[in-house]
């Protein structure tokens, strides 16, 4: 019986296998392009554009900035990849993730690990970091869910924690076209190879 495609090409023409991904088939230009047009919040934002994951990401890796302000630039980079995976496979509501079981969660590690070593960062990230990237992803929630998503203060406060003002200060969600975030993503993760 033959075999279930499980890979996909890429638009710089890299073919990447979904079960087994390598470094090698991993390009920043794909992940780019591909977070900039994955909608966060399932489209339900208010705007004119989506709120993509390319532009949370990098909201997430500003905000771990503020909250480690001493860490090595890796971690920075960390956190900008840390939904990378979610430019072939998607992004889920949290509660959806859960339902769908561990496959998920299995899927999105091996092609973090192979995003992670190619460019240069241990396929699995420290405990320690893994969970202050948690906490920025958190906060970006929290943001996003206050300035674009419909919850009031109390209900983000519940389901993503009170942020502590200076960590979120001065921060606005901006809504972009997916080509000018595609651009700013892959800008910031240049910034930040050119630092390691």
Do not use: C
């Not at 794909?30 to 994951?53: E, K």
Request: proline residues 7%.
């Amino acid at each position: 019986m033959k075999q279930a495609r499980a890979w996909q090409r890429m638009l710089s023409g890299r073919r990447l296998d979904l079960l087994d991904p390598t470094p090698f088939d991993i390009e920043i230009e794909d992940i780019a392009h591909g977070l900039a047009f994955v909608a966060r919040w399932n489209g339900q934002t208010r705007g004119d554009y989506p709120y993509s994951v390319a532009e949370h990401s990098l909201l997430v890796e500003e905000i771990f900035g503020r909250m480690q302000p001493e860490a090595p630039v890796r971690w920075r980079l960390a956190a900008l990849l840390h939904d990378a995976p979610e430019y072939v496979i998607g992004d889920m509501i949290s509660p959806v993730k859960a339902a769908v079981g561990p496959s998920y969660g299995e899927l999105d590690k091996r092609l973090a690990s192979a995003i992670h070593i190619r460019f240069g960062l241990p396929a699995a990230v420290p405990d320690r970091i893994k969970k202050a990237i948690k906490r920025a992803d958190s906060l970006s929630a929290w943001l996003e869910a206050t300035q674009i998503a419909g919850f009031d203060a109390t209900e983000a406060n519940r389901f993503f924690g009170r942020p502590r003002p200076e960590l979120i200060e001065g921060l606005e969600i901006r809504l972009r076209p997916p080509i000018e975030v595609r651009a700013a993503y892959t800008a910031r993760h240049a910034a930040l190879m050119a630092r390691l």
